[in-house]
């Protein structure tokens, strides 16, 4: 429906039923969302002008910027739109944002709220709070300077607290005369940049801010740009999909009792959607009930789901207190004491390993410790900064290991940002020091080898080059890796046919099939998925010592246990192979019907969906089976092998 359609509708709906027209823009989508860039990018001014020609601006308002941008604007006495967001008076001394500044603004289709943040890296801080309950982010980027260092870093924020959608504004093209090559220069970079973080949808928008080119309405300057507004993406984006209605999450916040004859849990619902007659458990305790009613103020509604605040009550009197959550029986967040998170640091007091804090997650408060800073993140190249840090200081992002001193029900932050998010507070000052997203893998200790002093590794008189000789061929171990329906194993016993019919002792190493034997007393969780990956890692080392080559089909999700299964092996007998395949077509194939199980809420943890995929950053080799075919592939596989001497020769 184009702007005029919905403005006769509007006029439609005042001259025969207000209540109507009042009840529509009551109940209208609310985006949030932020600006982000660097300094002097044009954040502020964008948003001004947002606000001006969307004719959001009280007359007084107007006024006001229109006198004080004669004695704090940039425009040389003209209107200043920056001056509407910039209200702090070292803000418009200085010419920047220091704070975050919000508004809130409708049109006819939808209501925003906005958050202008700072683009200093000094306040790094103020930017994820901003973003961290942004749906959309609107990226600047100053056509005269291109991508910068502060373009990369809010963006990898941005990512990293779980925006999914983008907007890139280029502005300030009047500056470089209109120019489609700069603009698509720029857009080639940035696109190169963020192919590694986790966007859904990126677009781009050619504006100028100042002028409101393209920003609200169209521009006679751009003759050859074709796209929306930046507004009508604003008002277009759909974020409907974002919200997790899958996994139901009720943290309790206060436990009601005006009566002896009632007794109910309030709080504000995560995540999910919770009805009378839903079978719950109460978290830490386990112990089950089933939804009496779901209550709004004194009224009974049939359910309710995220961002609402209802009181729930129980069938049974089981133990419910505040802190503790309700979850479905059949779809359990994880529960324990040792979390690992990325951690952005808030304060001038560096945080120290081994210091302990207070975590608050969702309503529960528990004491912890900073177990182990395990590495900073360099946030202006997406890099882990070489060696060991034991301190975090202002501004910085690192990966930490933390023990709690008593167990929490959490979900990884990419799936549940309510119950995957933490802020940690001083425990002598009471000030928020730290804010925190749940990875979700807890962080196991280095082997220290075998627990009996009293056993030694035994030598025979053959050696691992006299087996080599033998067979023709060097042991060594293919080490395929994927999300669950890539297509490992059909590649792995491709693999094998293939070496097999060209005469070489090879073996698979499937999943499926280890965990029938070997590692059947492992489960799923972050420990047991480590050892899995460790004793394969073993099994293969084994094999290749007596010439074998062993193919391994192994989902093995965590960068550091492959890493870990490098070394056990021997990096010169270990190939790494990304079966790099979608989790939309895997989802498609799923040939053993496990993600509609993951749907159904009956297995909840899975890779992909409910657990992380770490994918490899230098693979030996990476194949995209949504174009290759199985042959294809282990053809490309035998390769490698055969020009690594593997297969024999020179080198042999």
Not at 254 to 269: I, Q
Not at 320 to 332: E, I
Not at 435 to 444: E, Q
Not at 448 to 462: F, H, L, M, Q, Y
Request: negative net charge; aromatic residues 6%.
């Amino acid at each position: 429906m184009s702007d005029q359609e919905y403005r006769i509708q509007d006029e439609d709906l005042i001259r025969d039923d207000i209540t109507a027209y009042l009840r529509k823009h009551e109940t209208k989508d609310l985006l949030r969302l932020l600006t982000c860039g660097s300094v002097d990018d044009g954040k502020s001014t964008m948003i001004g002008r947002l606000l001006y020609d969307a004719k959001m601006i009280y007359e007084d308002q107007l006024a006001a910027v229109t006198r004080d941008s004669k004695i704090h604007g940039t425009t040389d006495g003209d209107f200043d739109p920056a001056l509407l967001t910039d209200g702090l008076k070292a803000e418009r001394e200085q010419g920047i944002t220091i704070d975050v500044a919000y508004r809130y603004f409708s049109t006819d289709r939808r209501k925003f709220i906005i958050a202008d943040c700072p683009g200093h890296e000094q306040y790094t801080r103020n930017m994820a709070t901003g973003a961290s309950t942004a749906d959309l982010a609107i990226i600047l980027i100053d056509a005269r300077h291109g991508v910068v260092t502060q373009t990369k870093r809010h963006s990898f924020i941005c990512s990293l607290l779980g925006i999914k959608h983008v907007a890139v504004a280029i502005n300030k093209l009047d500056l470089v005369d209109w120019s489609e090559e700069i603009y698509d220069r720029i857009r080639d970079e940035y696109n190169a940049f963020v192919s590694r973080l986790g966007f859904a949808d990126i677009h781009f928008f050619p504006i100028c801010a100042l002028h409101g080119d393209n920003v609200v309405d169209s521009s006679k300057n751009l003759p050859w740009y074709d796209g929306a507004t930046l507004l009508h993406h604003m008002e277009s984006v759909n974020i409907a999909s974002d919200r997790n209605l899958i996994d139901m999450r009720f943290p309790v916040q206060y436990v009601l009792r005006p009566n002896l004859d009632f007794r109910g849990f309030s709080g504000t619902v995560a995540s999910g959607v919770v009805r009378a007659g839903d079978t719950v458990m109460s978290l830490p305790s386990r112990q089950k009930s089933r939804v009496k009613s779901v209550l709004l103020g004194e009224d009974v509604i049939n359910e309710a789901f995220a961002p609402m605040a209802v009181t729930l009550t129980l069938e049974d009197e089981i133990d419910v207190s505040r802190g503790d959550m309700l979850a479905p029986v059949n779809n359990m967040p994880t529960i324990g004491n040792e979390i690992e998170a990325m951690v952005v640091w808030m304060h001038d007091t560096p945080a120290q390993q081994g210091r302990s804090y207070l975590f608050k997650q969702t309503t529960s408060m528990v004491p912890g410790v900073l177990t182990d800073l395990r590495y900073k993140m360099d946030v202006n190249n997406l890099r882990k900064e070489a060696g060991e840090a034991d301190s975090l200081e202002l501004n910085e992002f690192g990966r930490c290991h933390i023990t709690l001193h008593r167990p929490i029900a959490f979900d990884p932050y990419d799936r549940n940002r309510a119950t995957g998010s933490f802020i940690i507070i001083d425990r002598v000052t009471n000030v928020t020091v730290g804010a925190g997203m749940i990875i979700d893998r807890v962080v196991r200790e280095d082997p220290v080898g075998p627990k009996s002093k009293n056993i030694a590794e035994a030598r025979g008189t053959i050696h691992r080059q006299d087996r080599e000789t033998m067979l023709g061929q060097r042991g060594h171990t293919v080490w395929l890796t994927g999300l669950s329906g890539s297509g490992k194993s059909t590649i792995a016993y491709e693999v094998e046919r293939q070496l097999t019919a060209a005469g070489r002792l090879c073996i698979v190493l499937d999943g499926d099939n280890v965990r029938h034997g070997l590692n059947r007393d492992l489960g799923f969780s972050a420990d047991d998925r480590t050892e899995n990956i460790r004793r394969i890692a073993e099994v293969a080392r084994l094999m290749n010592s007596t010439g074998i080559i062993a193919i391994t089909s192994f989902i093995s999700p965590y960068i550091k246990d492959r890493q870990d299964a490098r070394e056990i092996i021997g990096a010169e007998h270990f190939m790494e192979v990304h079966i790099d395949t979608s989790i939309e077509v895997c989802e498609a194939r799923d040939p053993k019907g496990l993600y509609k199980k993951v749907r159904a809420g009956e297995i909840p943890q899975f890779t992909g969906i409910t657990d992380p995929y770490e994918a490899p950053d230098s693979p030996e080799l990476k194949l995209a089976t949504e174009s290759l075919s199985a042959e294809d592939c282990a053809r490309a596989v035998v390769a490698l092998l055969d020009d690594g001497g593997v297969l024999g020769g020179d080198d042999q």
